[in-house]
């Protein structure tokens, strides 16, 4: 068995799932630790490390691993193993992928990784890494519905989802190092490779018009981060980013014919990858060309995450990843996490009083932001609103998109600092767009009425409604929270009236 044992069948329901956790993936171009605080929905991250080996190069046209490369990553490995140690990790799987899998010298590589890691390692076969990266986009985004490109160093795999429906996948050598090896650094070559291997992908690039393509790897990722720099976006989270094709297309275009050094954040990419992103960029468009989605969508989620995933029981694997780690936050960071709690049937019942539809996503949505709604009180009063930002629309969340981390980080901003318009944050307000930008400010107008009502405490809310009926916004007091009635919380209700064009009264029995 090794130091570390590997993930066991059933690993969510033994006795030690509180303990972190860790997955190593040896892949054709990196190495990477990633330990998580626990098993859950929605793990976070503790610790993250990545030594950029190049094991898969010139594999395919050698046929064997490179020495300094298999030296680099048994001492990444050997590393690895004394972090694992030093973090208390009781649970340890390493994945092997294409290099190692295509390699003439790759199973006494293996064995040396064995020894070096402490722990067995898995080898994916090219289907069993296509359904572990699939898994991962699964876990990592609400109701996707698409197909899931993960390119690698070495190969790539595309795979349809839907839902929490894993369809067939294919694996090709059209990773950025098996690219520039095969084509010999040529991208005219490589783009010919790219457009011959895609036939095989037929089946699941058929199904792609009008749907989401999830990019998944390190290549995309670093693509998506110039894309964001050459448009100045605000958000620099990759997980969720979203780009029309037609965009994405004249921007890989740029990246296949300029001097990579000359694009605006490179140094923001490792020196490694660089030379592999017009290779990216040319697997890409070739995807977009033929699939012709709606959208491509970053994945920060993939293999690893994917086997997480795969080790959750059928209850735990259908909670929602955001409401889950909302209610961790609200645990670790409210006042009163009960408050939180009271929140979502406060205000479900406003809601449910008001005329206008509330869709599923929107209502998930308004569930998550009451659960962060204190997360920032320890702050001075004057920086709460800023704080709740910085913290909410950077956080480590999945199964949420950016217009929803607008909203989420604009809902609670707005509880702090009021909800005339002009105190929204005028990127976060572009990015949310005009809906959730109302629907941010209805809620905001919610919470600047609960506050003050429960002082931040639970146990409060359920006996005092806030309601819209025949025209009128009312609170309703009982009569143990009659003396509550003031100038300043009436200002509240009768702000909260405004946004929907009613008046606001409180009622004291």
């Known amino acids: 068995m090794g130091l570390f044992p590997a993930f066991p069948a059933g690993f969510a329901a033994t006795g030690d ?28 991250p503790i610790y993250n490390e990545k030594v950029l080996c190049g094991l898969g190069r010139n594999v395919l046209t050698t046929g064997r691993l490179n020495e300094e490369a298999v030296r680099r990553a048994l001492g990444a490995l050997a590393r690895f193993r004394i972090l694992c140690r030093t973090m208390g990790v009781t649970r340890l799987s390493v994945l092997a992928t294409a290099a190692a899998r295509d390699a003439e010298n790759g199973q006494a590589f293996l064995e040396a990784a064995e020894a070096a890691c402490g722990t067995r390692i898995e080898l994916l076969s090219g289907r069993r890494e296509a359904e572990l990266s699939a898994l991962g986009v699964i876990s990592g985004f609400h109701a996707p519905d698409g197909v899931v490109g993960d390119m690698g160093g070495g190969s790539l795999e595309l795979v349809d989802v839907r839902g929490a429906v894993v369809g067939q996948g294919v694996t090709m050598p059209l990773g950025g190092l098996a690219l520039q090896d095969l084509s010999g650094g040529s991208l005219k070559k490589a783009a010919k490779l790219v457009r011959e291997h895609m036939r095989k992908a037929a089946p699941q690039l058929e199904t792609l018009k009008g749907r989401t393509f999830y990019a998944v790897g390190g290549t995309w990722r670093a693509l998506a981060r110039l894309h964001q720099a050459a448009r100045q976006y605000p958000l620099h989270v990759m997980h969720g980013y979203t780009v029309e094709p037609s965009d994405e297309l004249s921007f890989l275009q740029v990246v296949e014919q300029s001097d990579v050094m000359q694009l605006q954040d490179v140094d923001a990419i490792s020196e490694a990858r660089r030379p592999l992103l017009a290779y990216g960029a040319v697997v890409l468009e070739e995807i977009i060309r033929v699939g012709r989605p709606r959208e491509i969508a970053i994945s920060a989620s993939g293999v690893r995450e994917g086997l997480l995933y795969e080790q959750l029981d059928r209850e735990e694997r259908a909670v929602d990843p955001l409401l889950a780690s909302a209610s961790e936050l609200n645990q670790l960071r409210a006042r009163s996490p009960a408050h939180g709690e009271d929140l979502l049937g406060w205000t479900d019942r406003f809601v449910a009083s008001l005329d206008g539809p509330e869709t599923a996503d929107e209502r998930r949505l308004r569930h998550a932001a009451c659960l962060l709604s204190d997360v920032g009180w320890r702050a001075h009063p004057d920086y709460r609103g800023e704080q709740s930002i910085a913290l909410i629309q950077n956080a480590a969340f999945v199964g949420v998109d950016h217009p929803g981390r607008a909203y989420l980080a604009l809902a609670v901003a707005l509880r702090h600092e009021g909800i005339a318009p002009e105190r929204a944050n005028p990127s976060l307000r572009a990015m949310a767009g005009p809906r959730l930008f109302e629907r941010a400010r209805l809620l905001g107008g919610l919470l600047r009425v609960a506050f003050p009502l429960s002082a931040a405490m ?44 009613m008046d606001g009264r409180i009622v004291a029995a």
Do not use: F
């Open 458 to 501: 639970g146990g409060v809310l359920g006996t005092a409604p806030v309601t819209a009926v025949d025209g009128r916004l009312t609170l309703q007091l009982p009569p143990d929270l009659r003396d509550l009635n003031s100038d300043r919380l009436l200002n509240r209700v009768r702000g909260l009236a405004r946004l929907v064009g």
């Open 17 to 44: 799932r509180l303990a972190p956790v860790a997955i190593i993936d040896i892949g054709s171009n990196s190495v990477r630790l990633v330990a998580y605080d626990r098993m859950s929905r929605s793990p976070t």
